[in-house]
């Protein structure tokens, strides 16, 4: 089980890393799960798969809203998710990472601009990150 210091640290160095590449400006903020859940619901992706039926699981958001992206961090949900895996949740943060860099990519706020968005990160990671592409689904 992670704590919130242990995941901080974890979000340190995967910021360090990334940046070496390509550089952003972002934050973390840690909520609670429910906050985190109010927030995750407002995707299209995630509206689109609980319409389906298929299960959420989301592990870090981004939130472009503010003047500065914060990525989005619950400890609970990282916990249930990760089975204590560090590079699994080094992958998750990185993969937020991709989102801040091409979010001047998304033209629009569509469930299609969105799945545009994930391959995008998808390939960038696999081809800038492959072990931690390789962490997730």
Known sequence: MFTE???KEIYNKAYSEFNKKYKINC???FVNEEEFMNVAKLSNIVRNNMLEGIPVLVGALVDHEGDKDVILLSVDILNSISAGNKLFVKALIIHEFYHVLFKLKVEKDTLKEDEKSENRVKTAMKKDFPK??????
């Open 5 to 7: 210091i242990e995941i």
């Open 27 to 29: 934050d973390v903020k």
């Open 132 to 137: 931690l592409a390789n962490c997730l689904i």
